[in-house]
């Protein structure tokens, strides 16, 4: 049986530092808490199992061997990082312009008629199309995969990932499918967005700004 214990270091680093990125705002959470506002909580639960997948689809194409190519060509980094704060940017953009006209529940909005299958793709669509996931994984590989480790700290390190992701994401779609947090959010709705808006736009500009 494989020891961990030389790992876990390295291991509840990057776990932590998951646990921030999935619950940090973004557009997947965005729409895991509009879709249980709107349609309760089986949509809600739906698109997050979607967005969990594209996070799973994510961490096996970085574990096997997409942050190395990438780290291999340097001016695919630059572009990346470039990418990202110009999709960061564009998300305090929007928030921003949602809080000052009072359309955050209506931009956020899923159709009423939408099954759970088609509410679970859209779930992965986002989270496969997020230059954010792909970048917090590259980072999360690093942290919590070091260079020689057995196959067994790979697939322990993947799927501590995706219990906090389920609990994080599915967690998100629970509670505010409930009636007092569904009003609460709702009568605040402008200052969240405020408040989204000022954490993009200061996420964009530090990765902007990172050194490689």
């Known amino acids: 049986m494989l020891d961990l214990t030389p790992y876990l ?19 997947a959470v965005l729409a895991i808490i509009a879709t249980s506002v709107s349609q309760g909580r089986k949509a809600g639960l739906a698109l997050a199992l979607g967005v969990l997948s594209g996070s799973y689809t994510w961490a096996m194409l970085t574990a096997s061997g997409l942050s190395a190519l990438i780290r291999t060509y340097g001016q695919a980094i630059i572009v990346l990082k470039i990418a990202g704060a110009c999709y960061l940017f564009w998300l ?101 967005e405020s408040l989204m808006a000022g954490f993009f736009a200061f996420a964009g500009l530090k990765l902007l700004t990172a050194r490689l």
């Open 92 to 192: 305090a953009y929007n928030a921003l312009r949602a809080a000052m006209r009072g359309e955050s529940q209506a931009a956020l909005r899923v159709p009423l008629q939408m099954s759970l299958k088609k509410l679970y793709l859209k779930g992965l669509g986002i989270h496969l199309t997020n230059p954010k996931a792909i970048f917090a994984w590259i980072m999360l590989v690093s942290l919590g995969m070091p260079d020689g480790a057995p196959v067994g700290v790979t697939a322990a390190f993947i799927g501590g990932c995706m219990l906090i992701g389920l609990v994080t994401f599915c967690g998100f779609a629970i509670v505010f499918s409930l009636s007092p947090v569904h009003r609460a959010y709702l009568k605040s709705r402008r200052v969240i």
């Open 9 to 27: 270091p390295q291991l509840l680093v990057a776990w932590t530092a998951y646990i921030i990125a999935v619950a940090s705002p973004g557009p």
